[in-house]
């Protein structure tokens, strides 16, 4: 049976520093580190003054700014963008981009994916990236009402016109929120045909703490802890005694989950409407 000690925990605000050209590089999930095959993720700390400059070469980039200043910028595609929390941008190959600090540091999520093989892309063309913050992004709410989420990188999810948010499977990210009392369904991810290995999961807590269960074992996690989930390991996160603000990732986008647990609520999401007599419309997640 599973337990917690098949799960890695890793604090990543304890991670060993790496003095770079930009500031601070903490590396904080790799296969080394996790068993991760198509993850390799990055906490960085742009230093007041400095930049981080990044091509995506033949790699999918994820640049996610986890707490910003007013005056940084993102710069991408001939446009800047003010760096605050939550913003960032997805790279395809070829792709650039740049973030820098003005009078503070920045504190920032790098992920990289290598580029998935056609049966994962599933007919999808594979970019462009784009830039994108909490004002350009939809949230969904699940039927509970105890969780709300907004993606940063995710296929599946639709503009009011029909335009897909992202044109990849190379990775699935956003913000996930979950009020006080708020739970996942106790549940587990599967490989499929097209990803014998199964996604690369994990979860980086940023504010408040959770508790993760696994069979009959528990772990409380604090902020600034990444939790890593081999496929298959069966799994539910609390928000533990209070709200809990996370980011979720997996890479690459081709998985299958099962709901163990017999909760009838939190099942399915609804994008969150503009007004509260807006009729609500399902989140399709094939």
Known sequence: MATINDITFIDT?????????????????SPGLCGSKNLIAYRRTISAGRSLSVEAGDDYHLLYVIEGAADGQIRFGGDSHAADEGAGVLLVPGESASIHAQGSNLDVLHL???????????????????????????ALADSSGGRVRRFCVESSVRYP???RLTQTNAIQAGEM????????????HKPTEANPDGAAHCYITFKGRGKVDVGQTSQVIEPGTLVYFPSGIPHQLNAWEGALD????????????DILSNDPLGLKWFYVGESADEP???????
């Open 112 to 138: 990289v994916t290598p580029k998935p093989p056609a049966a994962v892309e599933n007919g999808l063309p594979g970019g462009p990236g784009y830039f994108f913050n909490r004002g350009t992004l939809r």
């Open 161 to 163: 016109d029909g335009r």
């Open 246 to 257: 996370y980011f979720e990732i997996q890479a690459w986008r081709s998985f299958k989950t």
């Open 177 to 188: 929120h979950y009020n006080a009392g708020g739970a996942s369904p106790y549940h587990l």
């Open 13 to 29: 605000l304890a991670a060993a520093p790496v003095s770079v050209a930009s500031g601070i590089e903490r590396t904080i999930c």
């Open 280 to 286: 609500k419309v399902e989140w399709n997640q094939s």
